[in-house]
C-alpha cells in the first residue's frame, strides 16, 4: 500500500475540522490534496483520535505476528502429526 503524504495525525485533525463544520474543499485546498483522499481518510479513520489510531495500529501489528505464530506452530503440528502416522 502506497505511503500517505501525510502523517496519520494530520489526517485525524483535517477530519476533526471537517466534523466541526469546515468544508472539505477548503481542507482540501489547504493541505494541497485532492477530495477523494479525504474521503478515503474519513472513511478509514473516522472517528479515531490520535492515541486511539496508534493503539489500533500497535493491535494490527501484534495481530499479526499472532497469526504468523499460529501457522509455523500449525506447519509443524502437521508436520509431526504425519511423522507419528507413518511410523505406525
Do not use: P, W
Request: glycine share 4%; net charge positive.
Amino acid at each position: 500500500m502506497k505511503k500517505s503524504r501525510f502523517s496519520e495525525s494530520q489526517i485525524i485533525s483535517v477530519i476533526q475540522r471537517n466534523e466541526r463544520g469546515e468544508k472539505v474543499k477548503d481542507l482540501c485546498r489547504e493541505l494541497e490534496k485532492v477530495m477523494q483522499r479525504s474521503t478515503t481518510g474519513r472513511r478509514n479513520m473516522g472517528g479515531l483520535s490520535v492515541k486511539q489510531l496508534k493503539r489500533l495500529k500497535e493491535l494490527e501489528q501484534e495481530n499479526a505476528r499472532l497469526m504468523s505464530m499460529y501457522a509455523e506452530l500449525s506447519r509443524v503440528h502437521h508436520a509431526l502429526k504425519d511423522a507419528v502416522e507413518r511410523k505406525s
